[in-house]
């Protein structure tokens, strides 16, 4: 069984920062990407960054400038800088990481709440 460590959330006034990492330590096949989705209540899960084996990024259009994807391929962790939060960043943050034969897996998922 395959396991996604997450750590980072918590509560944060807005514009300010958190920092949310992830680990994969039980994933031996070659990754793909790795990535950080989120999912706010009644709404679908969408994509915030992703990050290749390449170091190509990928992020959101809502978080674009304000978040920082960054991952080191030798320990197999992600990490996602989040600077000026909002209010609508609100969500459970879940870690993804997609392998090479196609197959993604999940984290638990992580709250990250923005309020006042």
């Known amino acids: 069984q395959v396991q996604l460590v997450e750590s980072g959330g918590g509560l944060v006034q807005p514009g300010g920062s958190l920092r949310l990492s992830c680990a994969a330590p039980g994933i031996i096949f070659s990754i793909r990407a790795m990535g950080w989705y989120r999912q706010a209540p009644g709404k679908p899960r969408e994509l915030v960054a992703v990050i290749t084996s390449g170091e190509s990024r990928n992020y959101g259009d809502s978080v674009k400038g304000r978040f920082t994807i960054s991952r080191d391929n030798a320990k197999n962790t992600v990490s996602l800088q989040m600077n000026g939060l909002k209010p609508e960043d609100t969500a459970v943050y879940y870690c993804?990481?997609?392998?090479?034969?196609?197959?993604?897996?999940w984290g638990q998922g992580t709250q990250v709440t923005v309020s006042s």
């Open positions: 993804n990481v997609e392998v090479f034969s196609g197959l993604h897996y």
